[in-house]
């Protein structure tokens, strides 16, 4: 239970961090969208711990808790400075190019991992189910390598992927409700911390 809930809160931080920047910048996130950055969420973290229980019965010996340990730690490591690399793409992407909706602009999906609040491409101060599937899957970049590697030695799937939803649900919800009360514009990074957690998780697949 409790490395289900490490593994899940390393996750949904940025869902979190991300809400808050729309409530602080007056951007609405309908309960619906909500729902809908949670299932994508889940339904990809679902994906990536399935592929890794599967590799991990054609892997020997101890392989799976060493790749397990190796791939958790290197995410962990890059989260820590993952604020770096957002800045370094918001510096060479094109701010200025006008962005239509394609089921895999990954253009666009790189604009809004940089930046969340860029999902809401129409300006409406509402975002819709449609904006909401682009900040999901940018949200959800981190989770395909976590999952993976966290399912190579062994995970609670229908546990985790369960508190994903609610969790991811909740910081949505409770993430918007803080921007909403913020004066200034949130311009919170809490990566760090998610990169925190995500060593103390490899460390507990080793221990």
């Given at each position: 239970?409790?490395?289900?809930?490490?593994?899940?809160?390393?996750?949904?931080?940025?869902?979190f961090?991300?809400?808050?920047?729309?409530?602080?910048?007056?951007?609405?996130?309908?309960?619906?969208?909500?729902?809908?950055?949670?299932?994508?969420?889940?339904?990809?973290?679902?994906?990536?711990?399935?592929?890794?229980?599967?590799?991990?019965?054609?892997?020997?010996?101890?392989?799976?808790?060493?790749?397990?340990?190796?791939?958790?730690m290197?995410?962990?490591?890059?989260?820590?400075?993952?604020?770096?690399?957002?800045?370094?793409i918001?510096?060479?992407?094109?701010?200025?190019?006008?962005?239509?909706?394609?089921?895999?602009?990954?253009?666009?999906?790189?604009?809004?991992?940089?930046?969340?609040?860029?999902?809401?491409?129409?300006?409406?101060k509402?975002?819709?189910?449609?904006?909401?599937?682009?900040?999901?899957?940018?949200?959800?970049?981190?989770?395909?390598?976590?999952?993976?590697g966290?399912?190579?030695?062994?995970?609670a799937?229908?546990?985790?992927?369960?508190?994903?939803?609610?969790?991811?649900?909740?910081?949505?919800?409770?993430?918007?409700?803080?921007?909403?009360?913020?004066?200034?514009?949130?311009?919170?990074?809490?990566?760090?911390?998610?990169?925190v957690?995500?060593?103390?998780l490899?460390?507990?697949?080793?221990?």
């Amino acid at each position: 239970m409790i490395e289900s809930l490490l593994l899940v809160s390393s996750i949904c931080i940025d869902a979190f961090v991300a809400s808050m920047a729309y409530g602080s910048n007056k951007i609405k996130i309908p309960i619906i969208s909500s729902i809908v950055i949670s299932i994508v969420g889940s339904v990809i973290l679902g994906i990536s711990l399935f592929i890794g229980g599967l590799i991990k019965d054609f892997l020997p010996g101890t392989l799976p808790i060493t790749l397990s340990f190796s791939i958790l730690m290197v995410l962990g490591i890059y989260r820590l400075f993952e604020s770096l690399f957002k800045t370094y793409i918001q510096k060479h992407l094109n701010k200025e190019k006008s962005f239509s909706f394609r089921l895999f602009d990954f253009n666009f999906i790189l604009q809004v991992y940089a930046d969340e609040t860029k999902a809401d491409l129409d300006k409406s101060k509402e975002l819709s189910v449609k904006e909401s599937l682009y900040l999901a899957i940018a949200l959800s970049f981190d989770s395909l390598a976590v999952g993976f590697g966290s399912s190579l030695a062994g995970s609670a799937y229908i546990q985790t992927i369960l508190l994903c939803f609610l969790i991811g649900f909740l910081a949505v919800i409770v993430g918007s409700f803080i921007g909403k009360k913020l004066v200034e514009k949130s311009n919170i990074n809490l990566s760090w911390l998610s990169g925190v957690i995500l060593m103390v998780l490899a460390i507990s697949k080793i221990i």
